[in-house]
């Protein structure tokens, strides 16, 4: 059974860090483009950043420069290290593995950013 833990959110003030986690079993996630996204409340919800296979990148345009995403193959875990948070960071960031023929997401963590 496939499934995709995120950890790692919290309340946080404007201008600091955090860094989330989504540690996944049933999948490799070296062989998955893995994906952030992230809900706030009465909208839709939006790609964050996103890894392929080969550790090609790519991010939100609200996001670029404060966000890295990145893959630890042995730990079978993909990060999400957020930097100069915004109060309008705030918003509940899933996760997601994709292939062809499957679609995984993860439960969501809660990110609060406080002005």
């Known amino acids: 059974q496939v499934q995709l833990v995120e950890f790692g959110g919290g309340l946080v003030q404007a201008g600091g860090s955090l860094r989330l986690s989504c540690a996944a079993s049933?999948?490799?996630?070296?062989?998955?483009?893995m994906g952030w996204y992230r809900q706030a409340p009465g909208k839709e919800r939006e790609l964050v950043a996103a890894?392929?296979?080969?550790?090609?990148?790519n991010y939100a345009d609200s996001v670029k420069g404060r966000f890295s995403i990145s893959r630890d193959n042995a730990k079978n875990t993909v990060y999400l290290q957020m930097n100069s948070l915004k109060p309008e960071d705030t918003a509940v960031y899933y996760c997601?593995?994709?292939?062809?023929?499957?679609?995984?997401w993860g439960q969501g963590t809660q990110v609060t950013v406080s002005s």
């Open positions: 997601r593995a994709q292939r062809t023929f499957a679609n995984y």
């Open positions: 049933g999948l490799t996630v070296r062989i998955y483009p």
């Open positions: 890894i392929t296979t080969d550790y090609s990148t």
